[in-house]
């Protein structure tokens, strides 16, 4: 796991010097949440973290292992289940739901790879692996194994490979 400095600082790196008052205050309290080992602070900074991420209902929790570099696009109604893995360098947008599905062969949460960027009002649900470099189209439903270099767009989701796929869309990227 990378240190809290460099969390924050990829984090930051991926928006440009564009990011506003609101994200840069969230990433903050986000990365201090997940970093800090002091019972007392952990407390007041998971409370600070939900009351900040109440006022645009972002529904992440503190626990998920989300890489360096995470840009939220568009700050608001984003749900990220506790138990979803999420790598480097990935772009999410709003509305946004990653989710767990609780029966069938899917029975868990997604892990999604590097360089990935989610559209608009997408989801992701169910034990399903998301590759590196994968693109997801807004309004997309996944609940299958997508590979690395593909775009996914539709409802039922249809996969195609595409090499480069998030080239344009996943800026800044940290290595």
């Known amino acids: 796991m990378k240190s809290f400095k460099y969390s924050c600082q990829a984090d930051l790196k991926r928006y440009n ?5 609101y994200i840069r205050i969230w990433l903050y309290l986000y990365r201090k ?7 007392i602070l952990n407390t ?31 700050a608001y109604n984003i749900t990220i289940n506790q138990n979803a893995i999420i790598g480097c360098n990935c772009n999410i947008h709003k509305g946004v739901v990653i989710g767990q599905t609780n029966r069938g062969s899917r029975k ?21 692996t998301i590759g590196d470099d994968v693109m997801i189209a807004p309004n997309s ?10 775009v996914v767009f539709g409802n039922p989701c249809v996969i195609k490979h595409r090499d480069w796929a998030t080239e344009g869309y996943v800026n800044n990227i940290v290595e």
């Not at 949440?33 to 019972?39: E, G, L, R």
């Not at 007041?44 to 972002?58: P, T």
């Not at 439903?141 to 593909?150: A, G, I, K, L, R």
Request: contains cysteine; proline residues 5%.
């Open 108 to 128: 868990g949460c997604p892990t999604i790879g590097d360089r990935v960027w989610i559209g608009i009002n997408s989801a992701v649900v169910g034990n399903v």
């Open 17 to 21: 010097g564009n990011a506003d008052t």
């Open 44 to 74: 007041l900074y998971k409370v600070a973290f939900r009351l900040w991420s109440n006022r645009r209902g972002l529904e992440i929790s503190t626990t998920n292992p989300i890489g360096g570099g995470i840009y939220i696009g568009h």
């Open 33 to 39: 949440c997940c970093y800090c080992k002091t019972p």
């Open 141 to 150: 439903f996944v609940n299958v194994d997508v590979p690395s270099h593909s």
